[in-house]
């Protein structure tokens, strides 16, 4: 044929429309990876601002969307329901955010990216899947055993009718009619579990704990087969010795994961029989915890055995439990609080014994302290900035360690970065340990910049940015900063109450545990922590349930200036600033942000434009800008279809004085990857919410109710 000819091209040759080549997911199998036919401008938003309806239901309401280049990715959070080889992406007709960097379209400024994947293929799946294996852990009790009187609590064809695909025991705590086994997942990782398979490896041949198994096998959704619970009234037909359990968790790549228990079956003792809730396995210094020992039912006191005795023992430093002989207690952050060291592990154990008695039982419970987020204070100019004018500085220095009390700066390490939103190339800075220090009059004039500041201390850190635009003509300048006006309560405090958020003090009332006195404080430490009251230390992210204020600073030679905030498009799509959404409107020096006017989770990019008049009174007036973005904590999702699964109640008992209730949390995860904690309580329109238990569990038996009608409730 004809020989190849080679054509001068008078402009850069690009695809014909911007379009999704392929999809894949990652090999963590946490995210999709988009391949597109031409790089995309930066972009970091909920994916439903892009897809449309059908996708974003499959890529669940909390996923985000973010490109680098030519590359979209998709980090998957809430109820996500895609699977690989099974669909296809479609991008919604009304997206406006995913678009290209070259090009021009009179409405968008560049052609944004339409339509579904390439040729109508579908998400592949991972290319080395296994890091996607899902961690199991089975948990129980170590010993089962007949209550000292022989009661059974009923009859077995009662019990194992209960027992079936549509009955709910998922994660139980205390059973009060038997003893629970639970498989724990992490929460942001139900969604990709395809199968759960309970077996019973040692002994062979028992038969009624086959038959239970299998009914949990059979059960309809992932999350009813999470946890078993076994009968008192079946326990004389398991035999006596070590029995080992096994489940087996199996993802939508077909990886599985196992893990076994043993536990023993035996006759009752002559010991206060006592095992440490072990759901807990770590916890947060400056959230505090709670531990828990239930009573198991074969504490049988025979003869002449004198009283019981409850012996506490612990390696945190500066906590004494001698002559604390009840059955929980609650640690509170005055007494860990410079006391413990993230990432080391502490023992807690229990002995219960007869006094008389050569016999005693011993449990211990190990937790590990885990550092709570870095909270980042990134000062310093945003927006726009004189380009003329001599170096702008950020300061890092008021950042905090919230499991710190004496602030030790000494620990913490200072990562700057700095990069051209256009073009992606760097910006070089002079860094003096939390302080950077930058020339804008080196960087492109009239173009977007990004400073971004890591945080680090030890295996932790936390991230925060700030754009700016260098500005040849000077315009009106300053920076914003989040309010948050934190207060430290301490035990002398009238009425002090420590927040859900911050304890689990509100235990001090559990009554699900009729045996328990009250747990005491450890004496001697509950003391408050002399931190600065003044200090106004914001947490890591912002609850868009809470009102969020930011205050401007205005350079002083631009103290007059008129001032509008604004919320970009690009990080909550059609929402504007207005008196509905605000406390006081929008042409303050200080705003307060109503929750209706804040996306649900992700991040919150505001800006706030300052503008004065020109000099010779002519030309238009001068406009700065200046921005912050906020990383907002996204609330926890149930994923249980139906909805009413979310909240499961079982009765057990139903009339006064001995009413039991059980109540479940089903399905719940956090978007963010957070672990959950729950609360339990009582509600009434006249008195409102009274928590009676706060922490991990997502399961809690309510008893002593009076008479009448009470409302339950739960709190992811």
Same mark, same amino acid.
Request: charged share 15%; aromatic share 8%; hydrophobic share 35%.
């Given at each position: 044929?004809?020989?190849?000819?080679?054509?001068?091209?008078?402009?850069?040759?690009?695809?014909?429309?911007?379009?999704?080549?392929?999809?894949?997911?990652?090999?963590?199998?946490?995210?999709?990876?988009?391949?597109?036919?031409?790089?995309?401008?930066?972009?970091?938003?909920?994916?439903?601002?892009?897809?449309?309806?059908?996708?974003?239901?499959?890529?669940?309401?909390?996923?985000?969307?973010?490109?680098?280049?030519?590359?979209?990715?998709?980090?998957?959070?809430?109820?996500?329901?895609?699977?690989?080889?099974?669909?296809?992406?479609?991008?919604?007709?009304?997206?406006?955010?995913?678009?290209?960097?070259?090009?021009?379209?009179?409405?968008?400024?560049?052609?944004?990216?339409?339509?579904?994947?390439?040729?109508?293929?579908?998400?592949?799946?991972?290319?080395?899947?296994?890091?996607?294996?899902?961690?199991?852990?089975?948990?129980?009790?170590?010993?089962?055993?007949?209550?000292?009187?022989?009661?059974?609590?009923?009859?077995?064809?009662?019990?194992?009718?209960?027992?079936?695909?549509?009955?709910?025991?998922?994660?139980?705590?205390?059973?009060?009619?038997?003893?629970?086994?639970?498989?724990?997942?992490?929460?942001?990782?139900?969604?990709?579990?395809?199968?759960?398979?309970?077996?019973?490896?040692?002994?062979?041949?028992?038969?009624?704990?086959?038959?239970?198994?299998?009914?949990?096998? *059979?059960?309809?959704?992932?999350?009813?087969?999470?946890?078993?619970?076994?009968?008192?009234?079946?326990?004389?037909?398991?035999?006596?010795?070590?029995?080992?359990?096994?489940?087996?968790?199996?993802?939508?790549?077909?990886?599985?994961?196992?893990?076994?228990?043993?536990?023993?079956?035996?006759?009752?003792?002559?010991?206060?029989?006592?095992?440490?809730?072990?759901?807990?396995?770590?916890?947060?210094?400056?959230?505090?915890?709670?531990?828990?020992?239930?009573?198991?039912?074969?504490?049988?006191?025979?003869?002449?055995?004198?009283?019981?005795?409850?012996?506490?023992?612990?390696?945190?430093?500066?906590?004494?439990?001698?002559?604390?002989?009840?059955?929980?207690?609650?640690?509170?952050?005055?007494?860990?609080?410079?006391?413990?060291?993230?990432?080391?592990?502490?023992?807690?154990?229990?002995?219960?014994?007869?006094?008389?008695?050569?016999?005693?039982?011993?449990?211990?419970?190990?937790?590990?302290?885990?550092?709570?987020?870095?909270?980042?204070?990134?000062?310093?100019?945003?927006?726009?900035?004189?380009?003329?004018?001599?170096?702008?500085?950020?300061?890092?220095?008021?950042?905090?360690?919230?499991?710190?009390?004496?602030?030790?700066?000494?620990?913490?390490?200072?990562?700057?970065?700095?990069?051209?939103?256009?073009?992606?190339?760097?910006?070089?800075?002079?860094?003096?340990?939390?302080?950077?220090?930058?020339?804008?009059?080196?960087?492109?004039?009239?173009?977007?910049?990004?400073?971004?500041?890591?945080?680090?201390?030890?295996?932790?850190?936390?991230?925060?940015?700030?754009?700016?635009?260098?500005?040849?003509?000077?315009?009106?300048?300053?920076?914003?900063?989040?309010?948050?006006?934190?207060?430290?309560?301490?035990?002398?405090?009238?009425?002090?109450?420590?927040?859900?958020?911050?304890?689990?003090?509100?235990?001090?009332?559990?009554?699900?545990?009729?045996?328990?006195?009250?747990?005491?404080?450890?004496?001697?430490?509950?003391?408050?922590?002399?931190?600065?009251?003044?200090?106004?230390?914001?947490?890591?992210?912002?609850?868009?349930?809470?009102?969020?204020?930011?205050?401007?600073?205005?350079?002083?030679?631009?103290?007059?200036?008129?001032?509008?905030?604004?919320?970009?498009?690009?990080?909550?799509?059609?929402? *504007?600033?207005?008196?509905?959404?605000?406390?006081?409107?929008?042409?303050?020096?200080?705003?307060?942000?109503?929750?209706?006017?804040?996306?649900?989770?992700?991040?919150?990019?505001?800006?706030?434009?300052?503008?004065?008049?020109?000099?010779?009174?002519?030309?238009?007036?001068?406009?700065?800008?200046?921005?912050?973005?906020?990383?907002?904590?996204?609330?926890?999702?149930?994923?249980?279809?139906?909805?009413?699964?979310?909240?499961?109640?079982?009765?057990?008992?139903?009339?006064?004085?001995?009413?039991?209730?059980?109540?479940?949390?089903?399905?719940?995860?956090?978007?963010?990857?957070?672990?959950?904690?729950?609360?339990?309580?009582?509600?009434?329109?006249?008195?409102?919410?009274?928590?009676?238990?706060?922490?991990?569990?997502?399961?809690?038996?309510?008893?002593?109710?009076?008479?009448?009608?009470?409302?339950?409730?739960?709190?992811?």
């Amino acid at each position: 044929g004809n020989p190849l000819q080679v054509a001068d091209c008078p402009a850069i040759c690009l695809h014909q429309s911007p379009q999704m080549v392929s999809a894949k997911f990652s090999d963590d199998g946490h995210s999709i990876q988009v391949l597109l036919n031409q790089e995309a401008a930066p972009v970091e938003a909920l994916c439903a601002y892009i897809f449309d309806e059908s996708t974003s239901a499959l890529l669940g309401a909390f996923s985000r969307c973010t490109t680098r280049g030519n590359i979209l990715t998709i980090t998957l959070a809430g109820d996500v329901r895609i699977r690989p080889g099974q669909h296809g992406l479609n991008i919604s007709k009304r997206n406006g955010l995913l678009a290209s960097v070259m090009g021009v379209n009179t409405q968008t400024g560049a052609p944004v990216f339409t339509e579904g994947l390439a040729n109508g293929t579908v998400v592949e799946s991972c290319g080395n899947c296994s890091q996607s294996a899902v961690p199991v852990k089975l948990t129980g009790p170590s010993q089962v055993s007949l209550p000292c009187d022989g009661s059974t609590y009923g009859n077995t064809a009662d019990s194992f009718s209960a027992l079936n695909p549509a009955f709910h025991w998922v994660l139980p705590p205390l059973n009060p009619t038997g003893f629970s086994f639970a498989a724990l997942v992490p929460s942001d990782s139900m969604w990709v579990i395809k199968d759960i398979h309970w077996e019973v490896m040692e002994p062979e041949n028992v038969t009624v704990l086959q038959k239970l198994l299998d009914v949990v096998n *059979k059960k309809s959704y992932i999350w009813d087969r999470q946890g078993i619970s076994l009968p008192l009234d079946a326990l004389p037909s398991i035999p006596e010795g070590p029995i080992t359990l096994s489940v087996n968790v199996t993802n939508i790549f077909n990886l599985t994961s196992t893990s076994s228990f043993t536990f023993n079956k035996h006759n009752s003792s002559q010991a206060p029989a006592f095992e440490l809730d072990k759901t807990l396995t770590q916890f947060y210094p400056s959230l505090g915890f709670r531990v828990v020992a239930r009573r198991l039912p074969s504490t049988c006191k025979m003869g002449d055995l004198g009283s019981e005795v409850i012996e506490w023992r612990c390696d945190i430093p500066g906590v004494d439990l001698n002559g604390i002989g009840v059955n929980r207690l609650v640690f509170t952050p005055y007494e860990l609080l410079g006391n413990v060291e993230v990432d080391q592990v502490y023992n807690i154990s229990i002995k219960a014994y007869y006094t008389g008695s050569d016999t005693a039982t011993t449990d211990t419970l190990t937790l590990r302290a885990v550092g709570s987020p870095l909270a980042v204070q990134l000062v310093g100019p945003s927006g726009s900035v004189p380009m003329l004018q001599g170096n702008i500085t950020y300061d890092a220095s008021g950042s905090r360690d919230p499991d710190d009390p004496a602030d030790n700066k000494a620990q913490m390490t200072y990562l700057w970065s700095c990069y051209n939103n256009v073009d992606m190339s760097p910006c070089i800075g002079t860094q003096d340990d939390a302080r950077w220090t930058l020339d804008p009059s080196k960087l492109s004039a009239n173009q977007s910049h990004t400073i971004a500041l890591t945080v680090a201390k030890g295996s932790r850190n936390s991230t925060t940015s700030t754009t700016i635009i260098p500005m040849v003509t000077p315009v009106p300048s300053g920076h914003i900063t989040r309010f948050c006006g934190l207060q430290l309560a301490t035990p002398d405090t009238p009425n002090f109450k420590l927040s859900p958020s911050d304890t689990s003090a509100s235990a001090d009332l559990d009554l699900s545990f009729p045996d328990f006195d009250p747990a005491p404080s450890i004496p001697g430490l509950f003391q408050p922590v002399d931190l600065d009251p003044t200090a106004k230390l914001c947490p890591a992210k912002h609850n868009p349930t809470d009102p969020l204020t930011l205050v401007l600073t205005l350079d002083p030679e631009y103290a007059n200036a008129f001032v509008t905030w604004w919320i970009d498009p690009a990080s909550a799509p059609g929402v *504007k600033l207005s008196q509905r959404n605000t406390a006081a409107g929008v042409h303050g020096n200080t705003i307060t942000i109503l929750p209706p006017g804040l996306p649900a989770g992700g991040a919150v990019t505001v800006h706030v434009n300052m503008s004065v008049a020109s000099k010779d009174g002519d030309a238009e007036a001068l406009v700065g800008t200046s921005s912050i973005n906020i990383p907002l904590n996204s609330p926890p999702y149930c994923s249980s279809s139906p909805l009413s699964d979310c909240a499961v109640l079982n009765t057990t008992v139903g009339t006064f004085p001995a009413a039991r209730f059980n109540l479940w949390a089903n399905g719940w995860a956090d978007p963010d990857q957070d672990s959950l904690t729950y609360e339990f309580g009582l509600t009434s329109d006249k008195w409102g919410p009274q928590p009676l238990a706060f922490g991990p569990s997502n399961a809690y038996t309510f008893s002593y109710l009076l008479p009448g009608n009470s409302s339950l409730y739960v709190c992811a």
